[in-house]
């Protein structure tokens, strides 16, 4: 099993849509939670970092879940700006480990 | 610098070829990380610098690949003996803390390889 793993999509929806994805990784122990955005041949960005109690930043919303052990972003009123591949990305413990990276939602805003 | 600056920005290699790919992190960064994308997939680790140390290089796929930061800034990532599977982005990302706990990265731009 992938340590996280997203549904490759792609969704397509219209603007003002409200959309959301879901991701679950498998480490228990993860620490840290992050989703990233990349844009067709560009780097990923970061979009936000995700906090137990959950957290918003506009139209933005992230979940966490432990118990489930999966993550959440909901987008909603979706912009044509939106466009783009979405990453879940999981810091498995606190100590010198790298990120892992899902394989990444990717989500196209129609007009 | 103001972000993390990658060169070059694309490399054509013949088969067999040596390649060198360079990464220079944000000033004061002291992590540094590649990873290697390939198409339709997510980044995927190869190797991770604490200043001048190498503390993990479980993910670099094979002996061809080797990365080095000498003086704990700029990196390079040398492929040898290029092979058409070695054909993807490679993503050199620093980060503030030593993991990326709590941070995140800043990725650069990277390097688009392909071998022909």
């Known amino acids: 099993r992938k340590e996280v793993e997203q549904d490759p999509g792609p969704f397509n929806v219209p603007e003002g849509a409200t959309v959301a994805f879901n991701c679950t990784y498998s480490n228990s122990a993860s620490q840290s939670f992050f989703w990233y955005r990349q844009d067709c041949r560009k780097e990923p960005k970061l979009l936000m970092s995700?906090?137990?109690s959950g957290n918003e930043d506009g139209r933005f919303t992230a979940q966490l879940n432990r118990a489930s052990q999966y993550i959440s972003l909901l987008i909603r009123d979706s912009k044509l700006s939106d466009s783009a591949t979405y990453l879940c990305v999981v810091n498995v413990n606190s100590g010198n480990t790298p990120l892992v990276f899902g394989k990444g939602t990717r989500l196209s805003v129609i007009a | 610098g103001a972000g993390v600056s990658q060169s070059p920005r694309y490399k054509v290699a013949k088969r067999g070829q040596d390649v060198a790919l360079r990464c220079d992190p944000i000033?004061?960064?002291?992590?540094l990380f590649w990873y290697q994308q390939a198409l339709g997939q997510g980044p995927e680790f190869l190797t991770y610098?604490?200043?001048?140390?190498?503390?993990?290089k479980s993910g670099l796929p094979s002996d061809r690949f080797f990365a080095e930061r000498p003086e704990g800034s700029v990196s390079t990532l040398k492929i040898q003996r290029t092979q058409q599977e070695d054909s993807a982005v490679y993503l050199c990302a620093s980060s503030l803390g030593t993991t990326g706990l709590g941070y995140g990265y800043t990725f650069g731009s990277g390097t688009r390889l392909t071998v022909v």
């Open positions: 995700v906090y137990s």
């Open positions: 000033s004061g960064h002291v992590s």
């Open positions: 610098f604490q200043n001048e140390a190498q503390l993990d």
